[in-house]
């Protein structure tokens, strides 16, 4: 069974799911091993590795997250350079609240003759970024501009266009450690004209930031930059969303 049919068959069952968030370059030695040690008692549903600016090597930490457990490794790429195909799959992120052409269909190009040859499982994602009170490394790394944080209507339409050219996925991203997370009338707005599954991320840091944007109508939820500063939260966050 792929990742995708895993998601949708959880969604169908009413579950929500739970994605830590790693960054390649800050998860390293005794900070990687703590963290699959907490992974192994929080049991999220999936390990996203990537960042908007990597320089350590994809392929040996998701050699390690695999040696060490079994949870899947999914690839949220930053740019192509990123790619590995050791991973179990990967978010084919389209940046679709933007205009830079690069990250709408340039990356890819660049990539997909790498992803073809490896087999890896895809899932097209149309990837919004929402403004959340300060410059985000997504909004400055992509050269784009995010979706105004209160502008629903414009959300929904972006969301809808992404459905529509036959993304799998939409992520509604605040940007990692995000003043302001998604909001949840954005979040409802998205999941009310969507029938794809819904991921929100970006700057969500407690039980009740996860409560919220869970009761809104996420379907994934990505947890990855307060992890850092308090690993100890991912169990709670697993509690909550498993609830
Ligand atoms: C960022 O959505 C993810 O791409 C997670 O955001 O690091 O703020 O949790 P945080």
Redesign the pocket.
């Known amino acids: 069974m792929t990742i995708y049919q895993k998601i949708k068959e959880a969604i169908a069952a009413d579950k929500k799911l739970f994605a830590v968030?790693i960054d390649p370059d800050k998860c390293i030695g005794d900070t990687l091993t703590q963290f699959i040690d907490l992974c192994k008692k929080a049991s999220p549903d999936l390990i996203l590795i990537g960042g908007s600016l990597t320089t350590e090597s994809t392929d040996l930490l998701i050699e390690s997250i695999k040696k060490a457990c079994s949870i899947p490794v999914v690839l949220?790429p930053g740019s192509a350079s990123q790619f590995s195909p050791k991973a179990d799959a990967m978010l084919y992120l389209s940046l679709i609240s933007g205009r830079n052409p690069d990250f709408l269909i340039g990356q890819h190009v660049i990539s997909a003759p790498f992803i073809k040859k490896s087999g890896i499982e895809t899932m097209s994602t149309g990837y919004m970024l929402i403004e959340s009170g300060a410059t985000t490394s997504?909004e400055y790394m992509s050269n784009t501009r995010a979706i105004p944080h209160k502008k629903t209507s414009i959300a929904v339409a972006t969301a809808i266009a992404g459905e529509l050219l036959g993304n799998k996925l939409i992520y509604l991203?605040?940007?990692?450690?995000?003043k302001l997370p998604v909001s949840a009338e954005m979040i409802q707005a998205v999941k009310q004209n969507i029938s794809i599954p819904l991921i929100v991320?970006?700057?969500?840091r407690t039980p009740a930031d996860i409560q919220n944007a869970i009761h809104a109508g996420a379907d994934i939820i990505?947890?990855?930059?307060?992890l850092e500063k308090d690993p100890e939260l991912m169990v709670e966050f697993g509690r909550v969303i498993k609830a």
């Open positions: 968030l949220f997504v991203e605040a940007g990692s450690g995000a991320g970006g700057g969500l990505v947890a990855g930059n307060i």
